[in-house]
């Protein structure tokens, strides 16, 4: 198997979106093709020339080390008052990576399957990096299970089975695997705020999510009472997102792409356009909905999307996932945010701009 | 070409090609009514179903009007493709994407790069007039 095969594999490993590799591979005049089995199969030898199997590598590092920092993911936000406890966080995750650990030795490239089936469940503290505004990212890498349902050809079975099966119109199998998600506690003392990341690299409902973030945020809460030498530290209540869907919805920049919304006029209304470059706030039957309704409305999710700075067209964009459920809630509350489409930092900074 | 020339090109054409078939003429006539009378914005995503409405014509008629104003003589309208995968998620693909499908048997996911089972009954036809693009896609 030839080094470029290798990092295309990690990339689909992760679940890379293939479009926007593609984009990737024509820019940097990579061969490309439709279809991981007909890209993998170009890519089988690496090329003759050493210069060039070199490049093509880096730029396959650079995507791979994007996609697990910057990847399709939750984004929770802590703000804190003031920021010595920020300060002591940025401190003392400084030592918890396990640098011998089998995600820390072949990171960012994810393990195989069979590897992350012999291992636990708990995330495993990979890497830390700290940047010049004196922030602080501390990356863990975690086993998520995943299922997948594919239809089984009856024909395809042998002959015993298939007579079994021979009443059924459809079969459909259930496939469980594992995926190497890459989550992250990034804090920023500055601005006296810490965000836990869960990486989407497979789908997570909200519970799972919430569970997920849970382990973070108990870990986070057991290393700052070690370092105070108190029994109990705890972060505050997550930043809620709810009071911004109106705020993003008026902004003019941008396009809105999804938005949830409940009428006075008792409806309820999940809205979307068919393409990422259209504005749902220019839409003929959205425009004249809400002068029908006199404007009277009430937003509960919305997906806002930007063009991002990179070489490579991307979309990044900021779903706030509500339920109709929450416009009759005194107190709505939406403690995440999704981040999706970031193929670079300039990207991820981008959207925080915009929410924060 | 702009909007005017297209459609004053296809008038002319149903016109004076089509005076033997006279129901198809009056169909291609209602349908090119319909592209004259919308604002472009209405004329975005038009189903073999809105194009049935149009053209007062049954399923077959419908189906020889479009043929006749997307063919390459008269080009007032385009056959547009987009696929929705199983999270209901809507890509555009091209002409081009739909023929390799066609010609190899095989699709790929555009975001998931696998190989879409049973992708016949997930790309789905739509039309445009010719004089509108799409950032998204050749169409």
Known sequence: MGHVENGLKALRARGYSFRMLGAHLRANEIPSAQGWPRLLEKHKHDPGDTAVTTRWCAVLSDILNGSVRYGDRSVSVYEFPDRSVVDLAALTVQSRVDPNSLYATAFPVPLSQPLLGTLSSDPVFTKVEQFGSGSVRLLACVKRFVRSREEISVGDLPDGLRAQFSDFQEVIGVRCGYVQGVDAIVIHPSAKRIEIHIDHCCPLNTDELILARRRYVVQLQRWLAEARGVPEVLLPTPRNWFPSI????????????NLGHSTASASVKDERMRRRTDDLRQEPFHVGGLAGVQNATNLYSITKAWTGASDVKTSPAVT??????????????????MLTGCDSSSDFDLLMSKLL | MTHKFVLEDAFGRVSADLNGVPDLQIAC??????????????????????????????????????????????????????FIDEENR??????????????????????????VPDFQNKVYVYFMPSWLTSEESDC
């Open chain 1, 246 to 257: 109106q705020p993003l919805y008026n902004s003019p920049d941008g396009k809105v792409t």
């Open chain 1, 320 to 337: 706030i996932p509500g339920h109709f459920s929450m416009v009759g809630s005194q107190s709505p509350n939406i403690d995440f945010v």
């Open chain 2, 29 to 82: 006539g209602h349908i090119l009514n319909l592209l004259d009378e919308t604002k472009d914005v209405n004329l975005r995503h038009l189903t073999f179903g809105m194009l049935k409405n149009a053209s007062l014509a049954d399923d077959e008629l419908t189906a020889q009007a479009i043929a006749y104003l997307s063919g390459d003589v008269v080009r007032a309208l385009k056959m547009c493709f987009e």
């Open chain 2, 90 to 115: 809507i890509f555009h693909i091209s002409p081009s994407d739909v023929r390799n499908a066609e010609r190899f048997g095989e699709f790929f996911h555009p975001e998931k790069g696998e190989a």
